[in-house]
């Protein structure tokens, strides 16, 4: 038999480990079969107070610590929504120059929101998740669900559109998607954080009623539904507290409420005193402001909110341990939940399959918006010379923007797109106008002469068959860019004189553009086919001409309405204190009638209504019929009708169901989006259809009760292929 000794030797030697009963002494905390809250607590016990204060506060630009004594990893985060960002240098913004980090851009997430389809969700989600995995990152600052309030928001292009009921659906498959990866989704920005201007303090003064039933629910959903493992606090203040450390946000709704058992995490240089910091929920601060090594230069990390005068207060007495471990706890878990998951995947970056998907997501999201007498699909050899004008056809599109921006391995840009499909030969580009450098927090107009692009581009239109006019926002500082609002509904760089100006020497136009915003269109009375084509990343070139060419058919769909003009919106029909306030405060006079919700109850047309895209094919709609006409408070109603496609090409229909309550003993929207489904079918195919809405949907959020109520009475369910064009209706009774 062999001895101890020789047996250890042995199997050293070997490298083969083997079982004594040392290994029954692993701490639990490393024990990866063990429940996860065993193994919490057992690290815990094992901290020290200054351990434990190590964990709530970031060390470099994006990462906080761990516990290396125990082998316990730092949590390292990235932005973004779209893409995993490049990686920052320790304590400053800018790139390390890493040769291996350049990712796959997804599309932004309006551009998701505008696929109505769950499933793009999920795969969005799952990809990004194994970018992120690959990049060893703990947390993906992402998915942004704030509510779209005013077209002017700088940062609408990161979140999903003006309905809640549609920011919950999507959100829910991308949390799940990402966290199947073991990487954390840390969503953001909690809550209210609808401006930029002023961002940093901007009181929120709302009712709870448009906090309730339009501002929350798609994070409640991602709480709830998605378990999301971490959340973002915003910049601004509700009810005069900073929501980085908001008691009534982070404490009452979020960890009671809800249940919410992750972390919180600041936005960077989100916190504002140590008491609140300390009180208020806030689990990790993250920071902007440091400028130096580690513990010296600006602000230094040691000198957090939540660092060395935390660490004090404990000591003196002045916090409590309790909360200190409270937050121990959640940051210790989400490492549990990640990093030191024995569930966790191996990732992959920049795979075949991650292009895929980005193009699958891309193409789906598009959204076409008008087509008279079937200027597209535009087949291949139907034109011999067609012009490309406008900048955004070669400029890179995942730069700029703010904190979103991406290093990516490669971007298809639509100039490329239209030569590979059509023919180098057949293709002629001009940039027609010039926007000038992507700078973050300034303005930096382009030295080209606007004069001479557009001549240019006017001669090139003049003798071409068709012209592809590929312009819009694009991300540079007011034009779709963190930190600073749009100024205008119009579109930038002098644009629409430039389309008019074309149109006024070729019939044959099609307009793309790219925004996360609504524009007005001055032209579109003279403009055959517009293309929505939003920020839609590596693939975005590839995307857009698979659906220019009819090889894809179009299916998104609005996930925010177009106004005619600015004041038609909610939030612009009142004074300057309902957007964009006085610096100090801002009022939601609107309340809860927001988007589609403000435009249809008030009787306003818009330019193009939410939900609203067309197909190269037609969809018919039978009547819709519910399985009851009664049905009690907590019933669930299926309403069925039968879609077909009845066109002459394979498609998909995002077909809608809003719920209308005429009496009331509250003011409610006209229509609010209580169900939908995205539904492919060949040519001549037809399918029944059937949505299931729990009535506990139909639910306002009762003030006086602080709870959520469903009124008895009649209500109508109108079914639609888009807020506006409403093909059935079924009564029902709610008893
Ligand atoms: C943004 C966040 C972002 C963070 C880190 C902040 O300015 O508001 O969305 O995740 O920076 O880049």
């Known amino acids: 038999?062999?001895?101890?000794?020789?047996?250890?030797?042995?199997?050293?030697?070997?490298?083969?480990?083997?079982?004594?009963?040392?290994?029954?002494?692993?701490?639990?905390?490393?024990?990866?079969?063990?429940?996860?809250?065993?193994?919490?607590?057992?690290?815990?016990?094992?901290?020290?107070?200054?351990?434990?204060?190590?964990?709530?506060?970031?060390?470099?630009?994006?990462?906080?610590?761990?516990?290396?004594?125990?082998?316990?990893?730092?949590?390292?985060?990235?932005?973004?929504?779209?893409?995993?960002?490049?990686?920052?240098?320790?304590?400053?913004?800018?790139?390390?120059?890493?040769?291996?980090?350049?990712?796959?851009?997804?599309?932004?997430?309006?551009?998701?929101?505008?696929?109505?389809?769950?499933?793009?969700?999920?795969?969005?989600?799952?990809?990004?998740?194994?970018?992120?995995?690959?990049?060893?990152?703990?947390?993906?600052?992402?998915?942004?669900?704030?509510?779209?309030?005013?077209?002017?928001?700088?940062?609408?292009?990161?979140?999903?559109?003006?309905?809640?009921?549609?920011?919950?659906?999507?959100?829910?498959?991308?949390?799940?998607?990402?966290?199947?990866?073991?990487?954390?989704?840390?969503?953001?920005?909690?809550?209210?954080?609808?401006?930029?201007?002023?961002?940093?303090?901007?009181?929120?003064?709302?009712?709870?009623?448009?906090?309730?039933?339009?501002?929350?629910?798609?994070?409640?959903?991602?709480?709830?539904?998605?378990?999301?493992?971490?959340?973002?606090?915003?910049?601004?203040?509700?009810?005069?507290?900073?929501?980085?450390?908001?008691?009534?946000?982070?404490?009452?709704?979020?960890?009671?409420?809800?249940?919410?058992?992750?972390?919180?995490?600041?936005?960077?240089?989100?916190?504002?005193?140590?008491?609140?910091?300390?009180?208020?929920?806030?689990?990790?601060?993250?920071?902007?402001?440091?400028?130096?090594?580690?513990?010296?230069?600006?602000?230094?990390?040691?000198?957090?909110?939540?660092?060395?005068?935390?660490l004090k207060g404990i000591k003196d007495g002045k916090y409590d341990m309790a909360k200190l471990d409270d937050k121990a706890r959640r940051i210790l878990r989400l490492i549990f939940r990640t990093t030191m998951s024995a569930n966790r995947p191996f990732g992959r970056f920049v795979s075949p399959e991650h292009s895929a998907a980005a193009r699958k997501i891309a193409q789906e999201a598009i959204v076409l918006l008008k087509n008279d007498k079937n200027m597209l699909p535009i087949p291949v050899g139907k034109y011999k010379k067609i012009a490309v004008i406008g900048e955004n056809a070669s400029r890179s599109l995942v730069v700029g923007g703010g904190s979103t921006a991406l290093k990516v391995a490669y971007e298809v840009t639509p100039l490329q797109g239209i030569m590979s499909k059509y023919g180098k030969e057949h293709v002629v580009y001009s940039m027609g106008y010039a926007s000038g450098p992507s700078l973050y927090g300034a303005e930096a107009p382009s030295k080209l002469n606007a004069d001479s692009l557009q001549k240019a581009a006017i001669e090139v239109a003049k003798s071409a068959d068709l012209v592809i006019y590929v312009g819009g926002l694009n991300k540079n500082y007011y034009q779709d860019c963190e930190s600073g609002d749009r100024k205008s509904l119009s579109l930038p760089f002098g644009e629409d004189k430039l389309i008019t100006s074309i149109e006024q020497v070729n019939k044959n136009v099609v307009v793309v553009f790219s925004s996360g915003n609504a524009i007005t269109m001055p032209w579109l009375d003279k403009t055959p086919a517009v293309v929505l084509s939003w920020y839609l990343g590596s693939e975005a070139g590839n995307a857009l001409v698979d659906v220019l060419s009819g090889d894809v058919n179009p299916s998104g769909k609005l996930p925010f309405s177009f106004p005619k003009k600015l004041t038609d919106i909610g939030a612009h029909a009142f004074d300057k204190m309902c957007y964009p306030g006085d610096s100090v405060n801002v009022y939601y006079k609107e309340d809860i009638l927001v988007g589609y919700r403000w435009l249809d109850t008030k009787k306003i047309e818009p330019l193009f209504p939410f939900g609203f895209g067309l197909s190269y094919t037609t969809f018919a709609y039978s009547k819709p019929a519910a399985d009851k006409t009664e049905v009690a408070t907590d019933g669930i109603l299926k309403v069925s009708f039968v879609l077909t496609n009845s066109g002459k090409v394979d498609g998909a229909e995002s077909a809608q169901l809003y719920i209308s309550k005429q009496k009331s003993a509250v003011t409610r929207a006209a229509k609010e989006l209580k169900a939908f489904k995205k539904v492919f079918l060949k040519a001549g195919e037809s399918q029944t259809v059937t949505m299931a809405v729990p009535v506990s949907s139909f639910a306002y959020y009762n003030e006086a009760k602080y709870g959520w109520e469903v009124e008895p009475g009649n209500y109508t369910l109108l079914l639609g292929s888009s807020s506006r064009d409403v093909k059935g209706k079924v009564e029902v009774t709610v008893k």
């Open 1 to 310: 038999m062999l001895t101890f000794k020789t047996k250890l030797l042995s199997s050293l030697l070997l490298g083969i480990a083997f079982t004594t009963s040392a290994q029954n002494s692993t701490p639990v905390y490393l024990n990866v079969n063990k429940p996860i809250e065993e193994r919490v607590e057992n690290a815990l016990s094992l901290m020290t107070t200054e351990e434990k204060v190590a964990l709530c506060h970031a060390q470099s630009k994006f990462s906080s610590k761990g516990v290396a004594r125990l082998g316990i990893p730092d949590v390292w985060s990235s932005d973004g929504s779209h893409g995993v960002s490049d990686e920052k240098l320790w304590d400053e913004w800018s790139s390390a120059q890493w040769a291996n980090d350049s990712c796959t851009a997804f599309p932004a997430l309006t551009a998701l929101a505008a696929t109505f389809n769950p499933e793009m969700a999920s795969l969005f989600g799952k990809s990004i998740g194994e970018e992120a995995r690959h990049r060893e990152k703990t947390m993906l600052l992402g998915p942004g669900v704030n509510i779209y309030r005013s077209p002017l928001n700088g940062r609408n292009f990161e979140y999903m559109g003006e309905d809640p009921y549609l920011a919950s659906r999507m959100v829910v498959p991308y949390i799940q998607g990402v966290q199947s990866c073991g990487v954390a989704a840390c969503l953001k920005h909690f809550a209210l954080n609808n401006q930029e201007i002023s961002r940093g303090e901007i009181n929120v003064n709302l009712s709870d009623r448009a906090l309730h039933e339009i501002y929350l629910p798609a994070f409640k959903a991602a709480v709830q539904e998605g378990k999301a493992w971490s959340i973002m606090g915003a910049y601004n203040k509700f009810r005069g507290e900073h929501c980085c450390h908001n008691d009534l946000l982070l404490n009452r709704i979020l960890k009671q409420d809800w249940n919410f058992d992750g972390v919180v995490v600041s936005d960077w240089g989100g916190v504002h005193n140590t008491d609140e910091a300390v009180n208020n929920g806030l689990d990790i601060e993250m920071g902007t402001y440091t400028n130096g090594l580690t513990t010296q230069g600006h602000f230094p990390f040691s000198s957090y909110y939540l660092a060395n005068p935390f």
